[in-house]
């Protein structure tokens, strides 16, 4: 199967992982929805505040009344009541009146400003002078001003934050459609790999894998599946690999950094049904011996062994997959900027993606490249974020400007 | 008591908002224990891998066997065993000899460097040439490559990201110490106040700032309990307080954006035993009004009932104090550079937050105002970050580059 497969460069390989179908979508209660990915587009069913509202302290008055009005030539308007929270009052301003109210306080009918209470000042308890002038709607939010009917508020593939939470809320909308969180097997192999309790013997290692692929499904915001450990045998494998499938969206699978552990993952790739092998090979660095399959439509990973390698391809590759069938739509990738603290060299035909450490030094943030082989998990703990070195860039300069995507 | 208070900058109440103790610590599972912070030093107990550990398919060999081996002049070795993965095997590599191993094997004794296959010819059942030399140590990874027994790797008060999970999994740390979440009780006051699921009727708005409020706790790394909305009355805010306060790290109160509504929180807090007003005021924009108090040792922030300004006061404010309580270690805030879409006036004598949305227009990242009042949910919706103007800076220039905080 393998010789039908080259290399294929990173933007291919993310084109061939976001060709999969979207999770479904379900109704969650609105304060569970942090984080979670709109399903369907928000249109406003109401005016919001659906009022006038004053932004201010102070006297709704019609804003005419004040023109003119100054320090040295006040305007004189009679009190002819008072607006409570909360309630809409009985009150109607005309020209030459005015009602206390409050910040938040609905605008009795025929106001069209608030006057500050600081530009006022009371001459009896039914009149007050106004010291400066105030526009109409000044001070005040419109009925329609956060939210007017019919708009599109948010659009499917929106990725909730708070203020959308806010503005459901505001919406009356206590229940909302969300995309469901991906289910994520994750499958470490190899018989070298012993459970995190077990005191590995010589040549034995423990399962860091699950961990780290877990928590960066969860932080991806699907919910992974730890499925242990498999040693490296076809039938536990495909057993493994059919049993994941059953329950997941998507399934990764770890190790297997020798030929032979690879051609194993293809061989149970090729016997499980209805599979294709999309990609084995993608250019970049770390993680260059990369799989995608096809399996009845889920994708399956088999992600490289090694475990900064894996946690690169699932960077750079994993998290794009699990934000599309999410649901979510794509937004610009923000790098931050720094000064690179010595000479990279690149690496000839890949992609590199240069582990770095963020340092501020002499008020610049510098970008401190982490040396080490891809199987060291130290070199991800040391590590901020990834520099991607395009695979025709020479090399770069120490004191390079160098785009920073954050771990 | 609120003669005693002047408008103060935000620095000073970034240092009056840290000045709490931190939360208590406890022990988790390491699979739950992403975005946790870490409650104590981690010091390596072992070596890692702690065996010399292969990254290649190929065969160990003692370096010097292969000093001078070109393709012309290809050295001759005798193979004399095979690795097993995961196990240390009774082969001894003398000079002159090799055994076939995988990537991820254990180097048996003997050898100190690993050929790769691809750099190999067999010419018998035993016999290999090689014709590319090797270095010592090349394609291994020594036994305390990755980690050094005795060394720190971890400090208290570190974020706990997939990485850092991953080392603890190698360390074979199946709980460790982390700080508890800090529970935030989030109260909404103001009599407009109205729950969301009920339709609000004319001067009544419905609840956004327990769920904008509360969402952004979460993202934060607390644990919000929302307590409802409680009306402007001095003896149900007290109890509300009251109760807040016994089972919450902190308390949250916003609305009351009324000079009154502000004077009753303030006399709810002097009604508090153990109470100290911190703060009334920072000299920022929006979120001027701005309540801290010290409450038996606990932070009580009283924030405006602006929407908007609620969410910016969290973000520049709270959320510092959240992680100071969480007992995490501060890092840089990382911002992103950007253009200014428009000219922007600065507000006199107040650090401004304006809010952004971010846009690729012509391959470059332009930071658009969103412009509107702080009442309005929809601008924290429009907006992707915040752009901080200092309180000395006259305004900014269409084209200037800003630096976005995002949201």
Redesign the interface.
Known sequence: MKEFFKVVDLETARARSTAFDQVASGRVA??SA??RVLACDCTANVD????R?S?M?GYAVCAKSTFGASESAPALLAIVGS???????GVRVAPGQAARI?????VPSGADAVVM?EHTEPIDDVTIEVTRAVAPRQNV?EPD???ARGST??SRGTRL??????????????EIEVFNRPVVAVIST?????P?????????????????????V??AGGIPR?CGIVG?DFDRLLSACRAALEEADTVLLSGG?????RDLTLEVLEALPDSRVLLHGVAIKPGKPTILADVGGRAFFGLP???ASA?VVFHVLVRHHLEHIAGARSK?V????ARLSRNVASVHGRQYFLRVR?E?RDGR?NAIPVL??S????T??D?DGLVEIGRDIEGLQVGATVLVE??
Chains 1, 2 share one sequence.
Do not use: W, Y
């Open positions: 609105l304060a942090n984080g919001l505040p659906g009022f509202r932004t302290d607006v409570e929270m909360g309630e809409s009052t409050l910040t938040g306080g609905m209470v939010i001003d956060d939210v508020l948010l934050r708070p203020q959308e939470l806010g503005l459901f809320a505001a919406l009356g909308s206590s190899g018989d070298e790999v012993v995190i309790d077990v005191a590995p013997s010589p040549g034995e290692v423990r399962d860091v894998n699950s961990f780290t692929l877990a928590a960066m969860e932080r730890p490296d950094s020798s030929v032979g552990a062994g090694h475990v946690m610009p923000l790098r931050i900027p963020l501020v943030l080490g082989k199987g060291l998990i130290r991800m703990v590590a954050t771990l």
